[in-house]
């Protein structure tokens, strides 16, 4: 069979020409085959479709898609799943054992068109996802035994994610360091371990290679709970192999900040042989300088982050200060304030009960995001979020932005001593 071929397998002829008759309308399509259970596996064994459709009268149809899946060269080979009518315990049953999708005979053959449609587009995202990887295996960013981050490449991607959590507001994402401890008489398997690990968390969440045998890994949405679930599942995986350890926090801060309070945090808990410990409250100091954690260019985190505020306090204190010294006199009244520090940097402007806030941070002290809220008592705070890059960010842009929040403030503050006047 040629590639973006499709390899119909039935138990029922008549069913397998009457699937190939609803798929005729497939253009790009080189060849559609039916063949039986008895000769599929052969012919699997010696050609690659770019998706398998299983029908079966019975639930020897899951037996088939092990024995697929069984076949290394077929394991991202989409399968789709044909039923008679709705079984939840056989559906639930196939997709344990590596369906892609299912439609069902009585179905229009336009829905089946394109749930086949859809599953073919997504063998070439496959396709797609095995060249990065190999891209990253070869950069050494990707383990190849394994597929997860490494040691030496995690804290540098990591710390984009990280960012983005913080950017995005991602409630409940949650930094999971856990550690894998040997039991008495047996040595760690790691590749095996990690393996095992990243099989549990979603398809979304990131999975590396932590220092000291350990994993750092992100779920998102996660929380407390789900923190817990997901180590309690390794850990039942993993109860022959080794004993689990692991603490957890939400992402409230850069990955360099926090993985040293984590590390922290995990080895006491081995001395005392807590298995989780979620931490409500980080308390950071210097941790941070503890950890000899490099970017991409071979900097220390502590010296980047020095440069990235040295350059970031030279753009935005000037303009803070030009722009109280302006609008003080236009504002006589008002309380004009600003202040800069390594967490976060704020402009204020308030009079009466009408307050005006720009408030920058900087997530990993890669990005800079820029909250403006506008407050009026008895009503809702009005927040909007702005993103920049560093790299776009500049004293124009910042003096424009502040321009346009003091115009914000002097409409709300007009608005207000109208409505006053009227109600006299």
Do not use: W
């Not at 119909?8 to 039916?34: F, H, M, V, Y």
């Not at 089946?112 to 070439?124: A, D, E, G, P, V």
């Not at 003096?399 to 503050?413: G, P, R």
């Amino acid at each position: 069979m040629k590639k973006g071929s499709i390899l119909i397998i039935s138990n029922d002829n008549a069913i397998g020409k009457q699937i190939s008759a609803k798929i005729k309308l497939l253009r790009e399509c080189d060849t559609i085959r039916n063949v039986s259970y008895i000769e599929s596996i052969s012919v699997l064994n010696s050609t690659q479709p770019s998706l398998i459709i299983v029908y079966c009268s019975n639930s020897d149809s899951v037996g088939i898609i092990k024995e697929i899946r069984a076949i290394k060269s077929l394991d991202k080979v989409p399968i789709l799943f044909v039923m008679d009518t709705f079984v939840e315990e056989l559906l639930m049953y196939a997709f344990d054992n590596g369906i892609d999708d299912v439609f069902f005979l009585d179905e229009s053959d336009t829905i089946i068109l394109m749930r086949i449609l859809l599953t073919l587009q997504k063998s070439i995202l496959y396709k797609q996802i095995d060249i990065c990887k190999e891209i990253l295996v070869s950069a050494n960013i990707v383990d190849k035994q394994t597929g997860i981050y490494t040691k030496d490449q995690a804290p540098i991607a990591l710390r984009n994610f990280f960012s983005k959590s913080i950017e995005e507001n991602l409630e409940n994402t949650t930094f999971l360091y856990l550690k894998p401890v040997a039991l008495e008489g047996k040595k760690l398997n790691m590749t095996k371990i990690a393996n095992i690990v990243k099989s549990v968390p979603r398809g979304n969440d990131i999975v590396a290679f932590g220092k000291s045998n350990g994993f750092y890994i992100i779920l998102y949405n996660a929380g407390v709970s789900g923190a817990k679930s997901v180590v309690s599942r390794i850990k039942n995986l993993l109860i022959n192999e080794c004993k689990i350890y692991a603490t957890a926090a939400e992402i409230t801060a850069s990955f360099e900040e926090m993985e040293p309070v984590l590390y922290e945090s995990l080895k006491a808990q081995i001395a005392d042989n807590k298995e989780f410990n979620y931490l409500y409250e980080l308390s950071f100091n210097e941790t941070a300088e503890l950890i000899d954690i490099r970017d991409e260019n071979g900097k220390k985190f502590k010296d980047f982050k020095k440069e990235f505020f040295d350059n970031f306090e030279q753009i935005v204190a000037p303009v803070f200060y030009q722009v109280q010294s302006i609008n003080s006199e236009i504002f006589p009244h008002a309380n004009i304030d600003f202040s800069i520090n390594e967490s976060e940097s704020k402009f204020v402007i308030a009079q009466d009960n009408i307050q005006s806030e720009v408030i920058i941070t900087y997530p990993a002290y890669i990005k800079l995001l820029m909250d403006i809220k506008h407050t009026e008592s008895n009503k809702e705070p009005v927040i909007r979020r702005l993103s920049f890059d560093f790299e776009d960010f500049s004293a124009d842009k910042l003096h424009s932005i502040l321009k346009d929040v003091i115009q914000e403030f002097s409409d709300m503050l007009n608005l207000q001593k109208m409505n006053a006047v009227e109600q006299q």
